[in-house]
């Protein structure tokens, strides 16, 4: 049985079913990590800096057994299991709205492709992202910050929970992410896997970004996380499922841009957008060959063949010049295919050695 729980979000009240957890679902407890002053490769610095996290499973005492996921533009900390309904009444308005289920539940948990019985998951949001950690959406003042900065930030907060070294695994900007903190930190890298995600940001995605943070500046954010929706997904995923009753596909978009203003800040969106539009790994590396030729962990790129943000023949150039393993999802769905296709998500992990 679903509880029906309501939510009030500034205007809005919101009806909606808290969904049960499943047999293994995990029942995780968010956590704030508070790490002080912490300088920006710009030069400036946070005061105080918090990040939310959440962490699966236990560290091993050899510490040796840690995944770190980064999740994507719009997720959180919230990666795997179902939330109670006390631990999600507790949270900001925007953790709320984002809702009681894990963006990656199927992957990560008891015997799923990052098994919390063997390992131990960590799971942060960015700084300058809304759900539990600093950033704009609370501070008008807070500074732009790179993809950059946000690894480091990962890596301080690797060093409070005791973490020496992890697999890193993220997809779309959390694959820009993982990639980064691979290059960064090469000696905590254990291993690494990149789903849907460039090693730079293209013209293409950045246009697309563009025009998502237009419509938000003039005060449509739904407009823009509605445009940005038909460059998460495919035109045979919308044939799939709407051909018989076209107007479906109009009602989608209109519901996924209303969803948004409820669940995202406008501030924080424009601050990460741009911090994706400056992702380049070989900048301050010798150009993007070089960096990659870098790469020392063991690593898998996975693209998706569907993804028409970021294709997966760019996927597996990347993978090639990291001399490194290159896997593919089969998807009518588009880029949000790495969240959608759980079990080829699984399989790939699995294969690649988690
Ligand atoms: C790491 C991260 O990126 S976390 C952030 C992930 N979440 C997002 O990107 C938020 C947007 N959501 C989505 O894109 C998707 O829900 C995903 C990727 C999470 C899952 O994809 P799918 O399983 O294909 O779900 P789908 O795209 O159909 O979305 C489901 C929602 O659309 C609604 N919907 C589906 N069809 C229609 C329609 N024709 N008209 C109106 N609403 C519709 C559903 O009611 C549901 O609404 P709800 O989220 O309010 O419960
Ligand atoms: N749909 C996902 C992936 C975008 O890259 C998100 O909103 O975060």
């Not at 679902?25 to 990040?51: K, M, N, V």
């Not at 993809?147 to 890596?155: C, E, I």
């Not at 823009?224 to 499922?241: K, V």
């Amino acid at each position: 049985m679903a509880t029906l729980v309501y939510e009030e979000i500034g205007e809005h009240e919101v009806r909606a079913l808290l969904p049960e957890p499943a047999a293994g679902d995990l029942r995780p407890r968010p956590r704030r990590a508070r790490l002080g002053r912490f300088t920006l490769e710009g030069g400036a610095s946070l005061p105080a800096l918090q990040l939310r996290y959440e962490t699966y499973g236990a560290l091993s005492p050899a510490r040796d057994n840690a995944v770190v996921v980064f999740h994507a533009l719009t997720g959180s900390a919230h990666a795997a299991g179902v939330y109670a309904a006390e631990t999600l009444a507790a949270l900001s308005p925007y953790e709320r709205a984002f809702g009681a289920r894990g963006w990656w539940n199927e992957v990560v948990g008891p015997g799923r492709a990052l098994d919390t019985g063997r390992y131990f998951v960590v799971s942060m949001n960015v700084p300058g992202s809304c759900y539990g950690s600093s950033g704009p959406h609370e501070d008008p003042g807070f500074p732009q910050l790179s993809l950059r900065d946000m690894v480091r930030a990962q890596a301080a907060l690797l060093d409070h929970l005791g973490v020496p070294a992890a697999r890193v695994v993220g997809g779309s900007m959390g694959g820009m992410l993982a990639l980064e903190f691979a290059l960064t930190f090469p000696e905590r890298t254990q291993a690494l896997a990149v789903f849907a995600a460039p090693a730079r940001q293209g013209p293409w995605a950045r246009a697309w970004q563009h025009l998502q943070r237009t419509a938000a500046r003039r005060g449509d954010l739904a407009l823009g996380r509605a445009l940005s929706m038909l460059s998460y997904r495919h035109p045979a995923g919308f044939e799939q499922r709407w051909a018989d009753d076209p107007v479906q596909a109009e009602r989608y978009l209109d519901h996924q841009g209303a969803k948004f203003t409820r669940r995202f800040s406008a501030a924080s969106y424009a601050l990460l957008t741009r911090a994706m539009d400056a992702h380049d790994v070989g900048r301050g590396r010798g150009g993007l060959e070089a960096a990659l030729a870098r790469l020392s962990a063991p690593a898998i790129f996975v693209g998706i063949d569907s993804d028409l943000l970021y294709p997966a023949a760019e996927v597996r150039r990347t993978a090639a010049a990291a001399r490194s393993e290159y896997a593919e999802i089969t998807s009518a769905h588009g880029h949000d295919g790495f969240l959608i296709e759980s079990d080829q998500v699984s399989r790939i992990l699995r294969a690649f050695g988690f």
